[in-house]
């Protein structure tokens, strides 16, 4: 069982705005910034949010994400096929002096 | 080409030891923090372990606690992760990954070689 709890699958349609969450606790999420991965199965991870919210060079700013108490957030707008994939939230756990993931989060496009 | 590229997986039995590689190229290894994640089959990422660009601390996931090692070796840009004791349980897509710090704070890891198989089976 995952430090940080995400839902196992989301879906949406082409056009369409999604959410992911990650939730985590007082160790992780709620004292440190949260950052966001995404994977093509088959491929490497790829670094989509970086400190709550900031896009690296090339990331579409169609892919926001944020951060409040001990939760945060993935939003993925004007969803498109090429978005199927999955996301994995990560943060730093104090308590356990270790990098935690969440469990991941496989995204459909309808 | 700014790659990471890993090797030395292979199979092996319960009880064996195995190192890992992960050559750096197009940047300098010692400008950052390096860190080893893993990735069982059908399963999320776990994070194992990193080294610091600078100083000696390094922290390990409990679950390879004990048993694996990093190392890096910044003249052949080259980082290492030493296994011992493996488990089928250690059965996994073995990446590196880099991390860039600024003013004190990880950017995330930017940057992941596409990977190492290790099988772990009797």
């Known amino acids: 069982q995952s430090v940080l709890t995400q839902p196992p699958s989301a879906s949406g349609t082409p056009g369409q705005r999604v959410t992911i969450s990650c939730s985590g606790g007082?160790?992780?999420?709620?004292?440190?910034?949260v950052f966001w991965y995404q994977q093509v199965p088959g491929t490497a991870p790829k670094l989509l949010i970086y400190?709550?919210?900031q896009r690296p060079s090339g990331v579409p700013n169609r892919f926001s994400g944020s951060r409040s108490g001990t939760s945060a957030s993935l939003a993925i707008s004007g969803l498109r096929s090429e978005d199927e994939a999955d996301y994995y939230c990560?943060?730093?756990?104090?308590?356990?002096?270790?990098?935690?993931f969440g469990g991941g989060t496989k995204l459909t496009v309808l | 080409e700014v790659q990471l590229v890993e090797s030395g997986g292979g199979l092996l039995q319960p009880g064996g030891s195995l190192r890992l590689s992960c050559v750096a190229s197009?940047?300098?290894?010692?400008?950052?923090?390096m860190h080893w994640v893993r990735q069982a089959p059908g399963k999320g990422l776990e994070w194992l372990t990193h080294?610091?660009?600078?100083?000696?601390?390094?922290?390990?996931a409990d679950s390879v606690k004990g048993r694996f090692t990093i190392s890096r070796d910044n003249a052949k840009n080259s980082l290492y992760l030493q296994m011992n004791s493996l488990r089928a349980e250690d059965t996994a897509v073995y990446h590196c990954?880099?991390?860039?710090?600024?003013?004190?704070f990880g950017q995330g890891f930017d940057l992941w070689g596409q990977g190492t198989v290790v099988t772990v089976s009797s």
């Open positions: 990560a943060a730093w756990d104090a308590s356990l002096s270790a990098w935690v």
């Open positions: 007082s160790s992780n999420i709620e004292r440190d910034y």
């Open positions: 400190t709550d919210n």
């Open positions: 197009g940047f300098t290894l010692s400008s950052y923090e």
């Open positions: 080294s610091p660009g600078s100083g000696n601390t390094r922290y390990y």
């Open positions: 990954a880099r991390e860039r710090i600024l003013g004190g």
